[in-house]
């Protein structure tokens, strides 16, 4: 069994041993080997990979856990979702995805300022003491105004705890 | 390449590392220059990986592509991690007493976080 790391565009990246990038048509699927021992570290090193990746092309990530019984098989599940992948692919073009977690009264008040330097975002539901919770999809040019933005509604709104992490491959946005 | 992923922290962390073993005060005493800092790169870096778990576990990236995505008992040593994240925190205090950077070296396969 190997393992199903992201999905990316052709021309195929050149990827560590062990790693593979196994051409799908116009697609490539960045494989490695399946790690019966799930660890922080394991998925740590995956995201390494996937930043090493994502520093010079556009990708979708697998989702963790996702196998297949050999390359053949890894290029023939690509080929069949080729519209599909293809269509996310384009959705994530030139974006990064950046994490928001919120505490305090007025979380869901810093979502539209947010929400209008992003091409979209998603809503997931905040965990208490949380009251906001949500990925938005970034355009990497807009990164920093995006952190900037965060930084002053931190400091404008009373009693308001603003966290924001990224930039990570685009875990939220795979569907076209 | 694994630079810091937290882009912006708010002055107060510990609403958002209720689950994260509490930093204890009693180290910064070992610490010589700027304990302050040093509290604060720790609590970082371990909110980086609860973070990253925390992404990799709630979201479905493509969905179920093929047979042989992760058992029910792979998933729940997957939550079982965020416990791993306390032993860790156990090696990072005993190698508190020195430098950052040695704390950098301390995290092995982690990479360089803070």
């Known amino acids: ?176 | 390449m694994s630079a810091d992923k937290i882009l912006h922290a708010p002055p107060d962390l510990d609403p958002f590392a209720r689950e994260l073993p509490r930093l204890d005060h009693a180290l910064s005493r070992r610490i010589d220059a700027d304990p302050e800092r040093v509290q604060r790169g720790l609590a970082q870096l371990v909110l980086t990986i609860v973070e990253l778990l925390r992404q990799l576990m709630e979201r479905q990236a493509l969905r179920r592509i093929d047979g042989g995505t992760l058992s029910d008992e792979q998933v729940e040593r997957l939550g079982q991690t965020f416990m791993e994240l306390d032993r860790r925190m156990e090696e990072l205090r005993e190698h508190f007493g020195l430098t950052e950077e040695d704390l950098n070296l301390a995290l092995g396969p982690l990479g360089n976080l803070l």
């Open chain 1, 1 to 176: 069994m190997i393992e199903l790391y992201a999905i990316a565009e052709q021309p195929a990246p050149e990827v560590p041993s062990p790693l593979r990038a196994v051409a799908a048509g116009s697609l490539v699927a960045v494989c490695g080997p399946a790690d019966d021992e799930v660890t922080p570290e394991a998925l740590w090193q995956r995201e390494m990979v996937l930043e090493g990746l994502m520093a010079d092309r556009n990708l979708l990530p697998v989702r963790y856990g996702t196998r297949v019984e050999d390359e053949e098989a890894a290029a023939r599940a690509v080929e069949e979702r080729r519209e599909h992948l293809a269509a996310a692919l384009e959705r994530v073009r030139g974006a990064v995805e950046l994490s928001v977690r919120v505490v305090g009264e007025a979380g869901t008040a810093v979502h539209e300022p947010l929400l209008a330097l992003a091409r979209d975002a998603v809503v997931s539901r905040p965990q208490a003491p949380e009251s906001h919770r949500a990925a938005y999809l970034v355009d990497r040019a807009a990164i920093q105004e995006f952190v900037d933005t965060v930084a002053a509604l931190q400091r404008t709104t009373t009693n308001l705890q603003v966290l924001c992490t990224g930039p990570w491959p685009p875990y939220s946005f795979t569907s076209p």
